[in-house]
């Protein structure tokens, strides 16, 4: 049985990825979803001067104190900022990594750089919930009763790259082919032998939307 570490993205927390967590947890494996800082159920943590380096410090503290090792690291959307810095300084607790419809950034890339504007404030506002984005109005508004601002420091705060995550024996990428949104980052790993690239036809939130199918991929990861 495997060991999951699973950073979840922004504006949520580990509630996101409940339905997953539940489905490997029946069949044997370990799940550990940290609520990031600022975010879920530590958004009382928001007014506090909270990083990216934050959150990369949640997740290696997650496995540190946990003595987790052999770790399958699995990220969401922005969580991929996230785990690329933590395999940056525990590499060595990972056995495969797995971005789901998330961000690979580069050397010195911020999450701000990305959305292309510049933030202020202390955090960033939920975005709003598009049309149809979840499949009933039930599932939307739960949605948006949960979601939490993100701390602006967390999308700021530029990364620094090495290529440490290149290393991790096994890579994967989990793609939603439901939206437009990551086609780019996923493109140029089809034809790389060291990655294996998945499809999933849903929107942007797989953990929500097919976490069944999405539960089996990550066993294959």
């Given at each position: ?60 503290n ?21 785990a ?28 701000e ?38 701390p602006?420091?967390?999308f ?53 939307l ?6 089996g ?5």
């Open positions: 049985m495997s060991t999951f570490v699973i950073v979840h993205g922004a504006w949520t927390g580990s509630w996101d990825w409940d339905r997953v967590a539940e489905r490997l947890r029946a069949r044997g494996h370990a799940v550990h979803v940290p609520a990031l800082s600022g975010l879920g159920e530590r958004s009382h943590l928001a007014h506090f001067p909270i990083t990216l380096t934050t959150h990369v410090d949640d997740i290696i997650e496995m540190a104190w946990h003595e987790l090792t052999d770790v399958v690291l699995v990220a969401h959307s922005y969580g991929g900022f996230v690329t810095g933590v395999l940056e300084r525990a590499a060595d607790r990972v056995a495969s990594v797995v971005y789901v419809d998330a961000f690979i950034p580069a050397d010195g890339q911020s999450f750089d990305i959305m292309g504007e510049k933030l202020s404030g202390p955090v960033v506002p939920v975005p709003e919930i598009g049309d149809g984005e979840y499949p009933t109005e039930a599932e939307s508004n739960r949605v948006a009763r949960l979601a939490t601002p993100q602006t420091g967390t700021t705060e530029r990364l620094k790259v090495t290529g440490a995550y290149l290393k991790v024996p096994r890579k994967t990428y989990i793609l939603a082919t439901g939206w437009d949104g990551f086609g780019s980052v996923a493109a140029p790993l089809r034809d790389d032998p060291a990655w294996s690239v998945f499809e999933l036809p849903c929107g942007h939130d797989i953990p929500l097919m976490p069944e199918e999405l539960a991929l990550l066993e294959r990861a």
